[in-house]
């Protein structure tokens, strides 16, 4: 008999699994920033309150770089405990608390990325501008939000259109990730099953990977920063394809000695 999981369950199991994650990943990143700016000190003129509001103003890209490697570390765990893949093989239905929970997480990103972030940033350069700093690594993330560059995108010329169209890309990059983080999790999960170690592991490394590309990506090419979410959304669809495609090979060779 199929059974379908109460979507409420799964919910609040996958968003508390990403919860830990997040405070971890929150907490590891936050410390990096402390250190570049514990390192720069010295080439700051600012007062020491400046200082901390210099830091505080790091807090929301710090986030947005938290989301996709939380999702991706969180759920992972989270599908292990609830043995998602054989609550699908029994109700296929109990894939929408998945999606719910990736579409959640999505949506805070994106509302983080693109309209808290646009005035941390500008606030930031007004910042620097009253402080002198040479070393410290300052963030590059546009001032405008995607329906201001949407706007600028219909007045442009051709060159600048191109110029816009891509930065606007660039907008969706994280909050996708975490949909493609999701897809990743679930993938993983599917493959190792119980194994749960090698799945943690496998997603640890990937996310560490991820961050690494999108942190420093952008310095070669703003395309590079697409990457880790193609690789993620292939790696996904190309797991899942051969698990179930080994189900349904299993299945049909139980169905033939049942009959013979």
């Known amino acids: 008999m199929d059974t379908e999981i109460p979507t409420k369950d799964i919910t609040k199991k996958l968003l508390g699994c990403f919860g830990f994650a997040f405070l971890f990943i929150f907490l590891a990143l936050t410390a ?13 003129n600012g007062a020491l309150s400046q200082i901390i509001v210099l830091f505080l103003y790091r807090i929301p890209y710090v986030i947005v770089m938290s989301t996709p490697l939380a999702a991706c570390i969180g759920f992972v765990n989270g599908f292990l405990d609830l043995n998602i893949s054989d609550k699908l093989s029994q109700n296929i239905r109990n894939i929408v608390p998945v999606i719910y929970s990736g579409i959640i997480i999505a949506a805070f990103t994106y509302i983080i990325r693109d309209f808290i972030l646009p005035i941390t940033v500008r606030n930031l350069r007004d910042l620097l501008s ?109 797991l899942i394809y051969i698990k179930f495609k080994k189900k349904s090979q299993s299945r049909n060779c139980q169905e033939d000695s049942i009959k013979h």
């Open 32 to 44: 990096n920033e402390i250190i570049l700016l514990v390192g720069s000190l010295s080439n700051l």
């Open 130 to 238: 009253t402080i002198s700093i040479n070393n410290i690594r300052t963030v590059t993330t546009s001032e405008i939000n995607s329906i201001q560059l949407l706007r600028m995108i219909k007045e442009a010329n051709d060159d600048e259109k191109s110029r816009y169209i891509l930065e606007l890309s660039i907008k969706f990059i994280l909050p996708l990730g975490v949909l493609f983080s999701t897809l990743f999790a679930f993938s993983i999960s599917v493959i190792f099953d119980q194994r749960k170690k090698a799945a943690l592991c496998i997603c640890i490394f990937s996310s560490a990977l991820y961050w690494l590309i999108f942190a420093y990506g952008g310095n070669i090419s703003s395309i590079i920063m697409w990457v880790p979410n193609i690789l993620f959304l292939f790696i996904s669809i190309l």
